[in-house]
Protein backbone atom coordinates (compact mmCIF):
# COMPACT_ATOMS: atom_id res chain seq x y z
CA UNK A 1 0.00 0.00 0.00
CA UNK A 2 1.51 3.71 -0.98
CA UNK A 3 2.66 5.58 2.24
CA UNK A 4 0.42 8.23 1.55
CA UNK A 5 -3.19 5.83 2.03
CA UNK A 6 -1.23 4.31 5.15
CA UNK A 7 -1.24 7.88 6.26
CA UNK A 8 -4.86 8.58 5.81
CA UNK A 9 -5.83 5.66 7.35
CA UNK A 10 -3.80 5.85 10.37
CA UNK A 11 -5.01 9.52 10.63
CA UNK A 12 -8.73 8.19 10.38
CA UNK A 13 -8.36 5.25 13.01
CA UNK A 14 -6.10 8.00 15.30
CA UNK A 15 -9.75 10.39 14.87
CA UNK A 16 -12.07 7.76 16.00
CA UNK A 17 -10.16 6.77 19.01
CA UNK A 18 -9.41 10.45 19.86
CA UNK A 19 -13.22 11.56 18.45
CA UNK A 20 -14.98 14.06 21.29
CA UNK A 21 -18.19 12.98 22.74
CA UNK A 22 -20.37 15.17 20.50
CA UNK A 23 -22.79 16.08 23.81
CA UNK A 24 -19.21 18.15 24.84
CA UNK A 25 -18.57 19.85 21.89
CA UNK A 26 -22.17 21.22 21.20
CA UNK A 27 -21.64 22.69 24.97
CA UNK A 28 -18.24 24.50 23.74
CA UNK A 29 -19.98 25.65 20.39
CA UNK A 30 -22.80 27.02 21.77
CA UNK A 31 -21.27 28.22 25.28
CA UNK A 32 -18.77 30.33 22.42
CA UNK A 33 -21.64 30.67 20.16
CA UNK A 34 -18.77 30.21 17.22
CA UNK A 35 -16.76 33.11 18.44
CA UNK A 36 -13.22 32.27 18.53
CA UNK A 37 -11.54 33.50 22.15
CA UNK A 38 -8.25 34.71 20.85
CA UNK A 39 -9.88 37.12 17.87
CA UNK A 40 -12.10 38.20 20.83
CA UNK A 41 -9.34 38.95 23.48
CA UNK A 42 -6.78 40.15 20.96
CA UNK A 43 -8.79 42.19 18.61
CA UNK A 44 -11.99 42.89 20.50
CA UNK A 45 -13.52 40.83 17.28
CA UNK A 46 -16.64 39.27 18.80
CA UNK A 47 -17.72 38.04 15.10
CA UNK A 48 -18.98 34.46 14.34
CA UNK A 49 -15.81 32.86 13.00
CA UNK A 50 -15.51 29.85 10.43
CA UNK A 51 -13.40 27.52 13.20
CA UNK A 52 -12.08 24.33 14.93
CA UNK A 53 -12.52 22.89 18.31
CA UNK A 54 -9.13 22.66 19.35
CA UNK A 55 -7.33 20.69 22.21
CA UNK A 56 -5.52 22.86 24.07
CA UNK A 57 -2.98 20.71 25.69
CA UNK A 58 -2.12 19.59 22.17
CA UNK A 59 -3.35 15.78 23.01
CA UNK A 60 -6.18 15.25 20.93
CA UNK A 61 -7.27 11.91 23.25
CA UNK A 62 -7.99 14.66 25.90
CA UNK A 63 -11.65 15.74 25.26
CA UNK A 64 -12.66 16.81 28.36
CA UNK A 65 -14.70 20.34 28.21
CA UNK A 66 -11.87 22.38 29.65
CA UNK A 67 -9.02 21.50 27.44
CA UNK A 68 -11.58 22.65 24.63
CA UNK A 69 -11.49 25.97 22.48
CA UNK A 70 -13.61 26.84 19.75
CA UNK A 71 -10.51 28.47 17.23
CA UNK A 72 -10.74 30.52 14.15
CA UNK A 73 -8.89 28.77 11.71
CA UNK A 74 -6.14 30.76 11.44
CA UNK A 75 -5.81 31.09 15.75
CA UNK A 76 -5.92 27.51 15.75
CA UNK A 77 -2.85 26.84 13.24
CA UNK A 78 -1.30 28.87 15.04
CA UNK A 79 -2.01 27.69 18.30
CA UNK A 80 -0.90 24.07 17.14
CA UNK A 81 2.34 25.22 15.34
CA UNK A 82 5.12 24.53 17.70
CA UNK A 83 8.21 26.29 15.52
CA UNK A 84 7.57 29.95 16.95
CA UNK A 85 6.23 28.75 20.58
CA UNK A 86 7.85 31.80 22.03
CA UNK A 87 5.99 34.35 20.72
CA UNK A 88 2.94 31.79 20.65
CA UNK A 89 -0.36 31.86 22.85
CA UNK A 90 0.39 29.61 25.82
CA UNK A 91 -2.16 27.80 27.73
CA UNK A 92 -3.34 29.70 30.38
CA UNK A 93 -3.70 32.52 28.48
CA UNK A 94 -6.17 30.89 26.16
CA UNK A 95 -8.31 29.66 29.16
CA UNK A 96 -8.78 33.27 29.77
CA UNK A 97 -9.89 34.33 26.72
CA UNK A 98 -12.04 31.43 26.37
CA UNK A 99 -13.84 32.05 29.80
CA UNK A 100 -13.61 35.93 29.08
CA UNK A 101 -15.42 34.73 26.14
CA UNK A 102 -17.94 32.76 27.42
CA UNK A 103 -18.85 34.56 30.40
CA UNK A 104 -19.55 37.98 27.18
CA UNK A 105 -21.47 35.25 25.78
CA UNK A 106 -23.55 34.94 28.57
CA UNK A 107 -23.89 38.70 29.25
CA UNK A 108 -25.46 39.16 25.64
CA UNK A 109 -27.56 36.27 25.98
CA UNK A 110 -29.23 38.03 28.63
CA UNK A 111 -27.35 35.50 31.91
CA UNK A 112 -28.96 32.59 30.22
CA UNK A 113 -26.82 29.37 31.57
CA UNK A 114 -26.78 26.87 29.33
CA UNK A 115 -27.84 23.42 30.55
CA UNK A 116 -24.80 20.39 30.72
CA UNK A 117 -26.44 17.34 30.69
CA UNK A 118 -26.70 16.05 26.84
CA UNK A 119 -30.57 15.25 27.46
CA UNK A 120 -31.31 18.76 28.18
CA UNK A 121 -29.16 19.74 24.99
CA UNK A 122 -31.83 17.51 23.04
CA UNK A 123 -34.81 19.21 24.35
CA UNK A 124 -33.80 22.77 24.23
CA UNK A 125 -30.28 23.82 24.08
CA UNK A 126 -29.64 27.49 23.74
CA UNK A 127 -31.07 28.49 20.20
CA UNK A 128 -28.87 30.75 18.36
CA UNK A 129 -31.92 31.50 15.66
CA UNK A 130 -30.56 28.75 13.56
CA UNK A 131 -32.97 25.50 14.11
CA UNK A 132 -30.31 23.17 13.48
CA UNK A 133 -26.59 23.40 14.14
CA UNK A 134 -23.86 21.27 12.67
CA UNK A 135 -20.85 21.14 14.76
CA UNK A 136 -17.49 21.01 13.00
CA UNK A 137 -17.46 17.53 12.14
CA UNK A 138 -20.22 17.65 10.07
CA UNK A 139 -22.36 15.90 13.05
CA UNK A 140 -25.85 17.31 13.66
CA UNK A 141 -26.40 18.71 17.47
CA UNK A 142 -29.73 19.97 19.51
CA UNK A 143 -31.52 19.73 16.30
CA UNK A 144 -34.59 20.64 17.94
CA UNK A 145 -36.02 24.18 18.72
CA UNK A 146 -35.42 25.73 21.99
CA UNK A 147 -38.75 24.99 24.35
CA UNK A 148 -39.59 26.37 27.90
CA UNK A 149 -37.41 28.63 29.11
CA UNK A 150 -35.01 29.30 26.60
CA UNK A 151 -38.44 29.74 24.16
CA UNK A 152 -39.55 32.34 26.60
CA UNK A 153 -35.93 34.27 26.55
CA UNK A 154 -35.55 33.93 23.11
CA UNK A 155 -38.98 35.93 22.33
CA UNK A 156 -37.86 38.41 25.03
CA UNK A 157 -35.04 39.22 23.11
CA UNK A 158 -36.80 39.72 19.79
CA UNK A 159 -39.19 41.88 21.50
CA UNK A 160 -36.75 44.24 22.58
CA UNK A 161 -34.89 43.88 19.25
CA UNK A 162 -38.39 44.96 17.69
CA UNK A 163 -38.45 48.00 20.06
CA UNK A 164 -35.08 48.99 19.32
CA UNK A 165 -35.61 48.41 15.74
CA UNK A 166 -39.11 50.47 16.02
CA UNK A 167 -37.86 53.56 17.44
CA UNK A 168 -35.01 53.73 15.28
CA UNK A 169 -37.44 53.69 11.99
CA UNK A 170 -39.72 56.08 14.20
CA UNK A 171 -36.82 58.85 14.36
CA UNK A 172 -35.68 58.44 11.12
CA UNK A 173 -38.92 59.10 9.86
CA UNK A 174 -39.10 61.96 12.56
CA UNK A 175 -35.56 63.66 11.18
CA UNK A 176 -36.94 62.83 7.26
CA UNK A 177 -39.83 64.40 7.72
CA UNK A 178 -38.89 67.64 9.45
CA UNK A 179 -36.03 68.07 6.98
CA UNK A 180 -38.22 67.59 3.86
CA UNK A 181 -39.63 70.98 5.06
CA UNK A 182 -36.64 72.48 5.13
CA UNK A 183 -36.31 70.97 1.30
CA UNK A 184 -39.32 72.35 0.38
CA UNK A 185 -39.09 75.90 2.32
CA UNK A 186 -41.25 75.64 5.31
CA UNK A 187 -38.72 75.49 7.34
CA UNK A 188 -34.91 77.19 7.77
CA UNK A 189 -32.23 74.48 8.31
CA UNK A 190 -31.66 76.04 11.76
CA UNK A 191 -35.06 75.38 12.78
CA UNK A 192 -34.83 72.10 11.65
CA UNK A 193 -31.92 72.31 13.87
CA UNK A 194 -33.75 73.56 16.90
CA UNK A 195 -36.16 71.09 16.81
CA UNK A 196 -34.04 67.74 16.32
CA UNK A 197 -31.91 68.70 18.79
CA UNK A 198 -35.02 69.56 21.51
CA UNK A 199 -36.04 65.80 20.57
CA UNK A 200 -32.94 65.04 22.13
CA UNK A 201 -30.39 61.94 21.27
CA UNK A 202 -32.33 59.17 20.27
CA UNK A 203 -31.21 56.48 22.36
CA UNK A 204 -30.82 54.00 20.08
CA UNK A 205 -27.83 50.80 20.61
CA UNK A 206 -26.60 49.92 17.23
CA UNK A 207 -23.65 46.93 18.79
CA UNK A 208 -26.97 45.68 21.25
CA UNK A 209 -28.93 45.40 18.06
CA UNK A 210 -26.07 44.06 16.10
CA UNK A 211 -25.50 41.51 18.66
CA UNK A 212 -29.24 40.14 19.04
CA UNK A 213 -29.27 39.97 15.08
CA UNK A 214 -26.14 37.83 14.97
CA UNK A 215 -26.51 36.18 18.27
CA UNK A 216 -30.08 35.30 18.08
CA UNK A 217 -31.78 36.28 14.87
CA UNK A 218 -29.22 35.67 12.30
CA UNK A 219 -31.64 35.45 9.34
CA UNK A 220 -32.53 38.57 10.15
CA UNK A 221 -28.65 39.99 9.15
CA UNK A 222 -29.81 40.42 5.15
CA UNK A 223 -32.98 42.46 5.73
CA UNK A 224 -31.63 44.71 8.62
CA UNK A 225 -28.45 45.30 6.16
CA UNK A 226 -30.68 46.78 3.45
CA UNK A 227 -31.82 49.18 6.09
CA UNK A 228 -28.83 50.22 6.73
CA UNK A 229 -28.02 50.00 2.95
CA UNK A 230 -30.85 52.32 2.54
CA UNK A 231 -30.08 55.00 5.00
CA UNK A 232 -27.04 55.52 4.16
CA UNK A 233 -28.20 56.20 0.49
CA UNK A 234 -30.70 59.10 2.53
CA UNK A 235 -28.11 60.70 4.44
CA UNK A 236 -26.00 60.77 0.91
CA UNK A 237 -28.95 63.17 -0.02
CA UNK A 238 -28.76 65.09 2.98
CA UNK A 239 -25.76 65.92 3.36
CA UNK A 240 -25.26 67.03 -0.19
CA UNK A 241 -28.68 68.88 0.72
CA UNK A 242 -26.49 70.60 3.56
CA UNK A 243 -23.74 71.52 1.85
CA UNK A 244 -25.60 73.10 -1.05
CA UNK A 245 -27.72 75.23 2.14
CA UNK A 246 -24.64 76.24 3.47
CA UNK A 247 -23.13 77.30 0.34
CA UNK A 248 -25.91 79.86 0.04
CA UNK A 249 -28.64 77.84 -2.07
CA UNK A 250 -31.46 77.05 -0.10
CA UNK A 251 -33.97 76.32 -2.58
CA UNK A 252 -34.03 72.42 -1.69
CA UNK A 253 -36.42 71.37 -3.97
CA UNK A 254 -34.46 69.89 -6.08
CA UNK A 255 -33.62 67.04 -3.34
CA UNK A 256 -36.84 66.44 -2.48
CA UNK A 257 -37.82 63.76 -5.17
CA UNK A 258 -34.72 61.62 -4.09
CA UNK A 259 -35.45 62.37 -0.33
CA UNK A 260 -38.80 61.17 -0.34
CA UNK A 261 -37.68 58.03 -2.57
CA UNK A 262 -34.89 56.85 -0.26
CA UNK A 263 -37.29 57.43 2.56
CA UNK A 264 -40.15 55.16 0.95
CA UNK A 265 -37.68 52.60 0.21
CA UNK A 266 -35.96 52.53 4.33
CA UNK A 267 -39.99 52.40 5.59
CA UNK A 268 -40.56 49.14 2.94
CA UNK A 269 -37.37 47.24 3.84
CA UNK A 270 -37.55 48.60 7.62
CA UNK A 271 -41.46 46.64 7.88
CA UNK A 272 -40.11 43.63 6.11
CA UNK A 273 -37.25 43.49 8.85
CA UNK A 274 -40.06 43.99 11.56
CA UNK A 275 -42.38 41.14 9.61
CA UNK A 276 -39.52 39.10 9.31
CA UNK A 277 -38.73 39.41 13.12
CA UNK A 278 -42.02 38.95 14.02
CA UNK A 279 -42.12 35.34 12.17
CA UNK A 280 -39.35 34.13 13.69
CA UNK A 281 -40.53 34.99 17.56
CA UNK A 282 -44.06 33.65 16.54
CA UNK A 283 -42.24 30.26 15.59
ZN1 LIG B 1 -9.29 33.88 15.90
Not at 14 to 23: C, F, G, K, V
Not at 163 to 169: A, E
Request: neutral net charge; proline residues 3%; hydrophobic residues 35%.
Amino acid sequence: MEESALKWIRNLKMSERTRTDPAVESQVLLKSARRCCLCFHVNQDFDVKLGQIAHLDQDPSNGSEPNLAYLCMEHHSLYDSRTSQHKNFTFREVVAARDALYAYVQQVKGGTQPKTSPASLQSGGVNFGIGTNVNVYGDVVGGHQAAGVQTQKLRERGEELYGMIDKWLNGLADNYLNLSFVMQGKLTYNQYMDIMIKKGEAPYDFSRIELLIDLDFPALRIDYDNVIEARTALNRIATAHKHAYSDGDIDGTKFLQPYVAAQKSIEALGSTLKKRLVQIIQK
